[in-house]
């Protein structure tokens, strides 16, 4: 009679509920757009996307360079705005890659202060050309990228100095009414 092997145990996968599982299936084609984007989210490719944004062109003659958010600033109000969303891309790609929500902040604050003042006639396209936005958030990305989790005390000053401005912004056209208000009632 031959001999009977012992049977295998037979290994079942864990138990998890039907929610779960469409979640990570959903999630599925997400994971390989975003895989399939590592190419294009690259160090080269987005220094080129900086570049061509900020940089790209030179004034003959002098050290001046400014790029395509400078020239689309131009056009009033949307240049702006397109220019804008051109510079998202380098944010949205650094969050991809796993860049720190302080850096995140950075970056968007560069960004805002590049769209906002931008939208000044001519004293903002001065400013895009100064300020270049994608260069500073792509050095911002690169640097978290190389020393995660390492911030620096000037991240931090720079997103309270932000915080407070805000701060003295939104509560000083409050303090003006209070004072009006006061004034108001103090006459009659």
């Known amino acids: 009679m031959p001999m009977q092997r012992p049977a295998q145990p037979e290994i079942l996968p864990p138990e998890d509920d ?23 989210f690259s160090d080269e490719n987005l220094d080129l996307l900086a570049h061509l944004l900020d940089d790209w062109f030179r004034i003959p003659g002098t050290p001046i360079r400014f790029g395509l958010d400078g020239l689309i600033g131009l056009v ?44 000044i006639p001519f004293l903002g396209d001065a400013f895009d050309i100064a300020w270049k ?19 620096t005390w000037k991240d931090y000053v720079f997103l309270a100095l932000i915080g407070l401005v805000l701060a003295v912004i939104f509560v000083t056209p409050l303090l003006v009414l209070v004072w009006i208000a006061a004034w108001l009632l103090h006459r009659t």
């Open 18 to 40: 039907a929610a779960a599982s469409e979640q990570r299936e959903a999630a599925e084609p997400l994971r390989a757009r975003l895989r399939g984007g590592g190419q294009f």
């Open 76 to 119: 009033p109000g949307l240049g702006d705005v397109l220019a804008g969303l051109a510079s998202c891309i380098l944010i949205f790609a650094a969050w991809l890659r796993g860049v720190p929500y302080v850096a995140l902040a950075r970056m968007l604050v560069n960004l805002a202060l590049d769209v906002l003042i931008g939208a």
């Open 133 to 151: 936005a994608n260069r500073r958030n792509y050095a911002l990305m690169t640097r978290h990228l190389r020393q995660p989790h390492r911030h």
